[in-house]
Each structure stands twice: as structure tokens, then as C-alpha cells.
């Protein structure tokens, strides 16, 4: 699973590309999860916190379920393949993004990593994106 490391080469490759649909933070206790069990699996990404399961669900599954969440977020994928040990990434695009005031709630995966940000600041958030290579 080698990938990028270097910064500069990392930023140059981004290829930032919208994920398809909203998406919806939500954080599941041992009794809704009960409820549902196979929503872990329905999930794009799962993380196990102190408070319960976290799952990005689409929003319009968490609205079904009557879950409770804090928005709608719009994910982007860097199609750049980065190494989980790759340093300053994630800084340089929070930063960016930061500085736009848009928050960036990044999920590094094997292969990539996915940054969720407010569906209204989504078109501005892979405008930035994209003039990272530049």
C-alpha cells in the first residue's frame, strides 16, 4: 500500500473529486444500534468513540432513522494515493479551507483521505482544493 510522501508531489497530484450525495454525522448508542444492526454496515466509515459507534450515514438515511446530527456535509475525495505516513497533508488543507472558513473534517483511509465539509461551502471547499496544485 505504498503511497505518496512528499508534500509538494502530494499537492500536485490531489485530484480532488465530489463524492455524490449529503452526508450525515451520527453517533449511535448500544440501543440504536441494537435497533439496526446491520447500520454499521450500511455506513461509509465507522469510528468507535467513549460515546457511542460515530457513522457517516446519507442524510436521508439518518432523517429515516431519526437519528439525530449536526448538518450536512458533502465529502470530497483526494484521488492522490497518500501514505498513511505522509506529513503535513491534512495541515495544508485544513489550513486552506480554514482560512476560507469552512471546517474540514478529514478521514484517512488506506488509500486516500476524504475531507467532509458543509454542503453549502462544498463547490468554494474543491475550488480551494484544486488551486492547491497551482
Avoid: Y
Avoid at 108 to 116: I, K, L, P
Amino acid at each position: 500500500m505504498n503511497g505518496l510522501t512528499d508534500l509538494e508531489q502530494l499537492l500536485r497530484s490531489l485530484a480532488p473529486r465530489r463524492l455524490a450525495g449529503e452526508w450525515a454525522f451520527c453517533s449511535l448508542t448500544a440501543g440504536e444500534l441494537a435497533r439496526t444492526p446491520t447500520l454499521a454496515t450500511e455506513a461509509l466509515a465507522t469510528f468507535r468513540e467513549k460515546e457511542g459507534l460515530s457513522v457517516l450515514l446519507p442524510v436521508e438515511r439518518a432523517t429515516e432513522l431519526g437519528l439525530s446530527f449536526d448538518g450536512s456535509f458533502t465529502g470530497i475525495t483526494l484521488d492522490v494515493h497518500s501514505s498513511l505516513h505522509a506529513v503535513g497533508l491534512t495541515a495544508v488543507i485544513a489550513s486552506r479551507l480554514g482560512e476560507a472558513g469552512i471546517s474540514a473534517n478529514v478521514i484517512a483511509a488506506a488509500f486516500h483521505d476524504h475531507v467532509f465539509v458543509q454542503t453549502a461551502e462544498a463547490a468554494r471547499a474543491l475550488d480551494i482544493l484544486k488551486s492547491l496544485h497551482a
